[in-house]
């Protein structure tokens, strides 16, 4: 059992006022890949050093497997960090590289050569064995940099922006693989990401960070359909803001009165739905059903943003561009915003 | 585009202006010690001959002898230069990576005091010294030569030091633990193939400074630690170019050893990385 | 070839450290003059088994084989006495050894238990009070020398007062090739003419060198009409009475000079090399001894031979002295006593050896011992002491040398 608690976990690094890390308690399950997500600045890589033990926390404590890793010097934790620049030895062969680790715990010369071989044969990277990392691609450079970690069987493998310096594609694909090794391996993964769609496509869950602070922590479609506030919806894209009260089971604001879901807050007073889920037009559902003015629209390619008006509030919606062809600006349009679609910010 | 390759390039992978210049610069290194060897084995040499007009092997025959103190002093003056070279990396490695990874106040003020020795002459600073030294029952002692050699030679090694960990990512050793590699093994693995040209630089730097101290060994050994250079200078101050060829062809002895490894090294950088960083 | 040179060069820049130097520690001055044996027994027991770190200068291979081999070896067998010598390039150096000792409140541990000097080297110590005195009469060997002889009583006009034992003398004179050259000229006077005759053919090394200073005080002396009006403390009515003279003398011979008088030899060994190179036709120094050795070393020709000067040549008589914070005086007073012995001092002098006018009087040997003295071959390079010492100037007080060197600089290289 490799799961990860970090409890009321504090960095303040010496000289500044301010702690990059603040006070943040968060529970990993085993075998889970989770994303640690947060603009740049917000203290997730320092986060991962304290856990990987390059870095010493100015309070609170890391638990794996529930016990306390603190005392622990980094090449006794059996956790691996991945750093973002993958950070290949240079001097080393692929091979040599891979074999670091096992390398470091003194194993047999023989043991090693079977680990490396079945490493490389699973990330798909034999017969680089003698190249050195200037010689191999990015991608081939990243296989080298999981495959040195994973040989290794950690408990634990953090991975501190795996993917950032990739291009588009590369970037994809090795997401796609990491997706694979971890469902392969079952090892617990923890990868820090500045980017929203990464975590949302690779992670179970996710730990958004702002300023050293813990936001949320939740499966991926909680930040999209139920975010705990307006920054953390505004994270994610959320771009449709509504002031209003909440009366019982209904909103009263600019659109109207809104059913809301089951769930609803008791609390709050912001309205919030993600443009993708309204549906334009007529449908069978008389539910939350209003008109709103066509003021204008933004062809983004696969979908086009129309901006409409309620009476003073303005918001957006998503329609594909074919059916946004056909709206005349001005013209008032019918729109149904789905009771389940709705959420209350505080 | 091939055939071009072909034209500029000789199987060394080396053009032949670099060998050209190569040739030059080693002429220029080696042409000077022509005339000291055969002043060495020189018995009489007369204007304008080209060469002695009698050849006798005195000169060595006396520097090889126990009365000049020669060979002593070779190996005093190897022991002192090899241990300024330890004690030079030792201190300059720690202070040359402070100075090329951390920016703190006053960065600018340290890099400036620890260029000061290079510019301020050696007697400046010994004389002040002497004083100190003695008052520690340091001065007459081959360690309090040995210390105050420190102040020529750890500049060099600081700023090659500095220069070099400035383009170094500490990151390095970082991934290096987390794979599981203690302190040691970081350092031996990881920090020290990266930093090895610069330290073997900086090294040569501090053994060949501290190979040709006069002023400071003088006053600070108090001539009783007695050097290469301090025999060197008795003679040449005197015109005796016979001995004093002898002596300077032990002299420059280490120094070409050394000086024909590194040049080795640096030419075979690749392949001595993977030897020092085997796996 | 003597230490005189070397310790003497740096008298004037030492002299400014010196002054300061003194007045910082002029509170902490004890007096080091009175001796601490009764007799000479005593010396020579507590002498035994003990350590005498010499220093002196170091340039020529013959003089160290001379005291590490044959006075090493001697002090080793009859007083087991063991004898470091320490090479310099300039007595200087150990002159500052001393004096920085002094400054850290080393009075009785110093490194230096004897030095090779004379001249302003010996006046900085003696002023200073860095040297050991008042032993000389315990020497059994003392009475060898001729203390009567104000040459040997008076080092560069400062009196020895029992604070350093003489070792050698020293003269100045002249080498030429006989094969190149039929007649020297053997005054200054005759050696201003020589030298318009033969363009090209003469130089001496600048003021800031000891031989080079030597010869220019030749010609102040021929400016002055004598040494007479010199002696004594540096008198500038004097001096600018004769200077001017001097230089102009200087300066008029100056086109006639190697490379025209463009430029002149840093050193004496510049000087050597270019009479061996034969550039040159004539070479002098303060120490005779250096032409036999030059020859001897293959760097002079066979047909070198050497001459003083009708009118004289300046020449000085080089000590030995014993620092007042040496741990090892016992030990360097015996190694002293030996290098005044018959024994130390006809080794010296032979050719093969050194060469080295003694410094004890002969004539108060014993017959046979004088007898051997007599017998002495000289390499024919060398002029025999004697004849030299027939017409011998003194030395002028360091101010006057001083005074001298500066004006040189001042009104002739420039």
């Known amino acids: 059992m490799t799961e990860v608690a970090l409890r009321n976990l504090c960095k303040t690094y010496p000289g500044a006022d301010k702690a990059v890390v603040d006070d943040i308690s968060l529970h990993i399950k085993s075998g889970s890949l989770t994303a640690l997500l947060g603009p740049s600045g917000s203290g997730k890589s320092t986060i991962l050093k304290m856990i990987a033990g390059l870095l010493f926390p100015t309070s609170g404590d890391i638990l794996v497997g529930g016990h306390s890793v603190l005392s622990l010097p980094p090449e006794k934790r059996d956790i691996v960090l991945i750093f973002q620049d993958n950070l290949l030895f240079p001097y080393l062969s692929v091979a040599e590289n891979i074999g670091f680790g096992l390398r470091m715990r003194r194993r047999p010369k023989a043991e090693i050569a079977d680990a490396v071989h079945a490493i490389m044969n699973l990330m798909q990277i034999r017969g680089l064995e003698k190249r050195k990392p200037f010689e191999l691609s990015g991608g081939q450079q990243q296989r080298v940099a999981l495959a040195r970690a994973l040989v290794l069987r950690p408990r634990l493998l953090l991975l501190d922006e795996p993917f950032s310096n990739l291009d588009a594609s590369l970037r994809l694909e090795m997401q796609s693989l990491l997706k694979e090794l971890h469902r392969e391996t079952g090892t617990t993964m923890l990868f820090v990401t500045h980017d929203q769609s990464e975590a949302v496509r690779l992670a179970d869950r996710i730990a958004l960070i702002f300023h050293g602070q813990l936001r949320q922590y939740d499966a991926p479609d909680a930040f999209y359909n139920r975010p705990h506030d307006r920054s953390v919806a505004e994270f994610f894209g959320g771009r449709n803001f509504i002031d209003g009260t909440l009366k019982e089971d209904h909103f009263e604001c600019a659109l109207g009165h809104l059913k809301m879901p089951a769930d609803t807050p008791s609390h709050g007073s912001i309205l919030t739905f993600r443009p993708e889920n309204i549906i334009i037009g007529e449908t069978s559902s008389a539910t939350n059903r209003i008109t709103a003015i066509l003021e204008g629209r933004q062809f983004l390619g696969e979908r086009t943003i129309l901006h409409l008006r309620c009476g003073p509030a303005m918001f957006e919606a998503y329609s594909s561009p074919l059916a946004a062809a056909s709206y005349v600006i001005g013209q008032p349009l019918s729109v149904c915003l789905p009771p389940d679609s709705l959420w209350l910010l505080p | 585009m091939q055939e071009r390759t072909h034209i500029v390039r000789s199987k060394n992978g080396l053009s032949p202006l670099v060998w050209l210049s190569l040739a030059l610069l080693v002429t220029w290194l080696v042409l000077p010690l022509v005339p000291l060897a055969v002043w060495s084995v020189s018995r009489s040499w007369f204007f304008p001959d080209i060469a002695p007009s009698a050849y006798s092997l005195r000169a060595w025959e006396y520097v090889l002898s126990p009365t000049s103190e020669v060979l002593p002093a070779l190996g005093t003056t190897l022991i002192i230069a090899l241990g300024v070279t330890i004690l030079s990396i030792l201190i300059g490695l720690p202070a040359g990576r402070a100075l090329g990874l951390y920016r703190f106040r006053g960065k600018a003020l340290i890099e400036l005091l620890i260029l000061a020795p290079t510019i301020v002459p050696g007697i400046a600073v010994a004389l002040g010294l002497h004083v100190v030294f003695l008052k520690a029952g340091l001065a007459g002692t081959m360690s309090g030569v040995l210390i105050v050699h420190l102040i020529p030679t750890l500049p060099y090694m600081v700023l090659v030091m500095a220069g070099v960990f400035a383009n170094y990512n500490p990151d390095a050793e970082a991934q290096a633990r987390s794979l599981g590699a203690n302190r040691l093994q970081a350092f031996r693995y990881v920090t020290l193939p990266a930093i090895l040209p610069g330290l073997l630089i900086g090294s040569l730097f501090a053994f060949l400074v501290s190979w040709s101290q006069y002023i400071l060994t003088l ?8 050097t290469l250079p301090l025999l060197l200078f008795n003679f040449a101050s005197a015109g005796r170019n016979d001995i004093t060829g002898a002596i300077g062809m032990i002299y420059i002895l280490p120094g070409m050893i050394l000086l024909v490894f590194a040049a080795r090294y640096m030419s075979g950088r690749n392949q001595a990385y993977t030897a020092t960083g085997q796996i | 070839m003597t230490g005189t040179r070397f310790i003497f060069r740096t008298f004037r820049r030492y002299c400014c450290h010196f002054a300061i130097f003194a007045i910082l520690t002029y509170p902490l001055t004890i007096h080091a003059s009175e001796a601490e044996f009764k007799n000479w027994d005593e010396v020579v027991d507590a002498a035994k088994g003990g350590t005498v770190n010499w220093f002196l200068w170091g340039g020529a291979d013959n003089i160290n084989a001379y005291v590490s081999d044959y006075v090493g070896g001697e002090l080793k067998k ?24 002094k400054q850290a409140g080393n009075d009785d541990n110093g490194s230096v238990d004897m030095i090779w000097i004379n001249g302003g080297n010996f006046r900085t110590m003696k002023q200073g009070d860095l040297l050991y005195c008042g032993y000389t009469d315990l020497l059994p060997n003392n009475q060898l020398v001729d203390w009567t002889d104000p040459s040997i009583a008076n080092d560069f006009g400062l009196p020895v007062d029992g604070c350093e034992v003489p070792w050698n003398r020293a003269q100045f004179a002249f080498a030429y090739d006989i094969a190149r050259t039929e007649t020297p000229p053997e005054s200054i006077a005759a050696l201003i003419d020589w030298v318009k005759q033969n363009p090209g053919s003469f130089t001496y090394p600048a003021a800031s060198d000891f031989n080079g200073s030597v010869f220019i005080r030749h010609v102040f002396y021929h400016a002055a009409g004598g040494v007479e009006k010199l002696l004594g403390p540096f008198d500038q009515t004097t001096y600018d009475a004769v200077a001017p003279k001097a230089w102009a003398i200087l300066n008029d011979m100056k086109p006639y000079l190697w490379r025209e008088g463009t430029t002149y030899p840093n050193s004496i060994a510049s000087l050597a090399q270019l009479f061996a190179n034969q550039e040159v036709s004539l070479y002098f120094d303060y120490d005779p001894a250096i032409f036999g050795i030059n020859v001897e070393n293959g760097i002079f020709p066979e047909t070198t031979r050497s001459y003083g000067l009708a009118d004289g040549t300046i020449g000085n008589i ?68 004697e004849i030299l010492a027939r017409h011998a100037l003194p030395e002028l007080h360091p101010d006057w040398i001083s005074a001298i060197e500066t004006g040189w600089q001042e009104y002739v290289a420039k």
């Not at chain 3, 063991?82 to 200087?92: F, K, M, V």
């Not at chain 3, 130390?344 to 002098?349: D, H, P, R, V």
């Open chain 3, 78 to 101: 009859r007083y087991d006495i063991t004898l470091n010598r320490i090479g310099l390039s300039d007595t200087a150096e150990a002159v500052n050894l001393v004096l920085g000792e």
């Open chain 2, 219 to 226: 006053l600070i050994g108090g001539g009783r630690v007695v």
């Open chain 3, 318 to 385: 080089n000590y030995v002295a014993i620092p007042y914070n040496s741990p090892n005086k016992a030990a360097a007073m015996v190694t002293a006593n030996f290098l005044l012995s018959f024994e130390a001092q006809f080794e010296k002098a032979k050719a093969d050896v050194w060469g080295a006018a003694p410094a004890i009087d002969v004539a108060r040997l014993r017959q046979e011992e004088q007898t051997h003295f007599a017998a002495l071959p000289r390499n024919p390079a060398v002029i025999a002491p």
